[in-house]
């Protein structure tokens, strides 16, 4: 199984809240390409700036962290991804409300998620159940 030290997992999450209270503070979507891009780079080359500079800063070796899911991490930064392009195109097009809806969300999401419940998790394992029994009937 491909795993993810738990601190890389941590930072990415804290910097998705940060990114959010400044964003949502200022009024303004353009801190929000700080996790966007982080995210984006990281599902489609497989490099995670935030991650890079943290990993730098941790005390022990990477296999004694506690791991998470590389998969499932994908999956979160997928969520991520959609609610942050959203937030940032409704912005560009002046469209607050929905700015604010999505920026929300995200925030909401990530903050949960360090707080010990990931909802990304919850929506993929009911997605599999779902599949695994659409595949039982047929």
Request: hydrophobic residues 60%.
């Amino acid at each position: 199984m491909n795993t993810i030290p738990k601190p890389l997992v941590l930072a990415n999450q804290w910097t998705i809240v940060l990114a959010v209270v400044i964003a949502l503070l200022t009024q303004n979507a353009w801190i929000l390409f700080v996790p966007l891009v982080s995210c984006v780079l990281s599902v489609f080359v497989g490099i995670h700036p935030v991650m890079l500079v943290v990993k730098k800063f941790l005390s022990k070796p990477l296999n004694e962290y506690i791991q998470e899911d590389k998969d499932q991490l994908k999956f979160n930064q997928w969520m991520a991804i959609s609610f942050l392009a959203i937030a940032v195109i409704s912005y560009m097009f002046n469209m607050m409300t929905i700015f604010n809806i999505a920026t929300i969300m995200v925030g909401i999401a990530a903050m949960v998620a360090i707080l010990g419940f990931c909802i990304g998790c919850f929506i993929r394992f009911q997605y599999q159940q779902w599949q695994y029994k659409r595949k039982k009937i047929a």
